[in-house]
């Protein structure tokens, strides 16, 4: 078994759409979630990914693929509803 993969699982993690990192206006060019569970989940960018920046602040549950890598939680977004 290969253990230098990185672990991909596919999961659905509930919590709020927060902004990681700005550009120079100010304006958010990467999410994450910080779930319920209280780990931040970073989100890859994909087609799923762009109408979560309407949901900055909004409580979520998105599905998707985890990746761990260098101690970091990933999120691959395959779909995602508010609520």
Not at 57 to 67: L, T
Request: net charge negative; proline share 4%; hydrophobic share 40%.
């Amino acid at each position: 078994m290969n253990t230098s993969l990185p672990q991909k699982l596919t999961v659905a993690i509930q919590g709020v759409v927060i902004p990681v990192s700005w550009d120079s206006c100010g304006e958010p060019t990467a999410l994450a979630v910080a779930g319920f569970d209280e780990r931040e989940y970073r989100l890859v960018h994909d087609e799923a990914f762009g109408g979560l920046y309407a949901c900055i602040g909004q409580s979520v549950i998105v599905e998707g693929r985890r990746i761990e890598r260098d101690k970091t939680t990933w999120l691959m977004v395959e779909s995602y509803k508010t609520g």
